[in-house]
């Protein structure tokens, strides 16, 4: 029998200012994003903001549903937007800002598990890391790949 640790690195910071200029715009367009928040059921606002690798941004925010499986998150509507739009481009970084009253809560919103293996998905499409940022107003966590976020991800083509 053999013990191993995974350990995780990642960055905390304690405002956007700490950050570099492109992290800053991705953690405001998120903030923006997240103002098209249509969540009447859970009142959770959330709003996601990828940056492609031609430097566009993209957004998207969370959509819920009376038929509430039929909604969805806002990270895997922004990439679902991603993807559509500009199919043969890798997404390098997304930004998320989430909270009630369309305000980004103190404490970082942290993905749910199907949005994380959506990212994984265009992550092992484009072969680019993808770093994700969860943008708090007291905290900002960034981390530089999906698999900090899902480890031991589930990869059919790796496995083919
Ligand atoms: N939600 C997101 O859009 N992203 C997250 O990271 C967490 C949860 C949404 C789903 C639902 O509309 C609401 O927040 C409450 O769970």
């Known amino acids: 029998m053999k013990t191993k640790t995974l350990s995780i690195k990642y960055e ?36 996601a903001a990828i940056r492609l690798d031609n430097g566009l ?9 009376a038929a509430s499986p039929d909604g ?13 739009a500009y199919p043969d481009n890798a997404m390098v970084s997304m ?15 942290t993905p749910c598990g199907s949005c994380r293996q959506v990212m994984a998905e265009y992550q092992n499409k484009s072969g680019v890391p993808m ?10 966590w960034k981390f530089f790949k999906v698999e900090d976020i ?3 991800i589930f990869n059919s083509l790796e496995t083919e």
Do not use: H, W
Not at 58 to 65: L, V
Not at 72 to 84: D, G, H, I, K, N
Not at 131 to 140: P, R
């Open 72 to 84: 969805l998150c806002a990270e895997r509507t922004a990439m679902f937007a991603a993807s559509a």
């Open 131 to 140: 770093s994700v940022i969860m943008a708090g107003k007291k905290q900002i």
């Open 12 to 47: 905390i910071y304690d405002s956007p200012e700490e950050m570099s200029e492109e992290d800053r715009e991705l953690i405001k367009a998120a903030e923006e994003a997240q103002r098209t928040s249509y969540a009447p059921y859970s009142k959770f606002n959330v709003g």
């Open 150 to 152: 899902l480890p031991f």
């Open 95 to 109: 930004a998320i800002s989430g909270g009630y009253g369309f305000k980004m809560d103190d404490m970082p919103c």
């Open 57 to 65: 941004v993209i957004k998207g925010s969370n959509q819920e549903n």
